[in-house]
């Protein structure tokens, strides 16, 4: 198994320079809070029009791109107006192509493409957004019934939990099934991700109060993740209605434990490392927490179905940023449920009330060092301008001393 991470690594690690550079804001972490080094403010309503987080002058970290619902959100048709003679003999165009639309989507995940797969409970298939060449087509809708997780492995395998089987369905790419697994190991099982790695599949089971891990390629059943809880015990490794799960770059596997307003963390071998979180209305807190997913830096993504937002934080639980607000503008959510990341930094949040599939972009760390850089270069400047002009006061306030 891979080493578990350190105390205290993996934290974004900006220079104490454009620390500096880069002020507090009122409703969103900067890069301080980006940096660990602060706490946030509690999750508060965002203007409905904010499409970057922080919003400027702060550096953008998550920016949003698109929302999908279906064809239609990836080549808008134009409508034909019927004639005149059409009208007076009584035909009428669709308006409606018929082509499905998302209803209740929850789970989603990418390939090695960049398809978007959204496990869609109501339309009991996975939803695939082709978005370079605009197109949406459908998996296993004649063998779904109520599909919620969904996940990738690194050979395009798609995996989906349908949570009515009991089981986990695995398709090709071409939506031919590959087999299913899992029958007689869950109560009520919701997500799913996968340790391309150490080859793990990890299946939350809701009910059931526990997570279910598996051999990735033979399917064989391994071992469960926890346990339920007795009466109001909060201890180390029990659940309450666990729901989603995802695993960072070092093999340890978060899970949102729903209805103890917490995440738990285990390593590979399914040992406890850390938790964080309680019910509350600030930052770190939850109140119904679901989605979770890891970027590129390690740092995890926790939607509220609650709050209808997300709240983003380092390995050790420290909050970093949060994203959304309840509403139907761009980066607002009704219902918020499932996340994904890719390798392409795009955070895929699903909606269930509104059927919507809300596409971001974040600006990985890398890529952020440039604008962290540049605020700091100009807060030195503006900070060396001012002494500056404090030593010039100074130095005439002084020379009229001596005159006088």
């Not at 999750?43 to 499409?51: E, F, S, T, Y």
């Not at 959204?118 to 004649?142: E, H, R, W, Y």
């Not at 019934?145 to 369905?169: E, N, Y």
């Amino acid at each position: 198994m891979k080493n578990t991470r350190a105390k205290g690594e993996g934290r974004l690690r900006i220079s104490g320079a454009a620390v500096v550079a880069v002020p507090l804001l009122v409703f969103s972490l900067s890069a301080v809070g980006w940096a660990g080094k602060k706490k946030g403010p509690p999750p508060q309503a965002q203007a409905p029009l904010v499409k970057a987080w922080p919003p400027p002058p702060d550096v953008a970290r998550v920016i949003y791109l698109q929302t999908l619902v279906g064809e239609s959100s990836l080549k808008p048709e134009v409508r034909k107006k019927t004639s005149f003679l059409d009208r007076m003999a009584g035909v009428s165009l669709p308006q409606d192509s018929g082509k499905p639309r998302t209803r209740a989507p929850y789970g989603v995940a990418t390939d090695s493409t960049g398809r978007i797969y959204v496990a869609d409970v109501t339309a009991a298939a996975v939803f695939v957004f082709d978005l370079d060449n605009k197109k949406v087509t459908l998996i296993g809708s004649q063998k779904l019934t109520v599909p919620s997780g969904v996940a990738i492995d690194d050979a395009d395998r798609i995996f989906v939990v349908d949570s009515q089987q009991l089981q986990v369905f695995v398709f090709r790419t071409d939506g031919s099934l590959e087999g299913t697994f899992g029958s007689g190991k869950f109560v009520r099982p919701v997500g799913v991700a996968i340790d391309n790695e150490n080859r793990f599949v990890y299946v939350v089971d809701a009910m059931g109060n526990r997570v279910a891990v598996f051999d990735a390629d033979s399917y064989r059943f391994l071992r469960y993740v926890g346990k339920p809880k007795t009466v109001d015990q909060l201890e180390p490794g029990v659940f309450d209605r666990p729901t989603n799960v995802a695993v960072d770059s070092e093999g340890n596997v978060y899970v949102t434990d729903t209805f103890n307003a917490r995440v738990q963390v285990f390593n590979a071998d399914g040992e406890f490392l850390r938790m964080w979180g309680k019910p509350g209305t600030t930052a770190g807190c939850f109140m119904r927490p679901k989605g979770i997913a890891i970027d590129r830096d390690d740092h995890i993504y926790v939607v509220d179905s609650e709050f209808n937002n997300v709240q983003v934080f380092d390995t050790e639980g420290r909050t970093l940023l949060f994203f959304g607000d309840r509403g139907d503008a761009p980066g607002t959510f009704t219902l918020a449920a499932g996340i994904g990341i890719d390798s392409f930094d795009r955070i895929i949040v699903t909606e269930q009330w509104t059927g919507r599939v809300q596409v971001f972009h974040y600006v990985n760390d890398k890529a952020a060092q440039p604008e962290y850089d540049k605020a700091a270069a100009e807060a030195k400047k503006r900070l060396d301008e001012q002494l500056a002009r404090e030593k010039a006061v100074r130095e005439n306030s002084a020379a009229g001393k001596n005159q006088r």
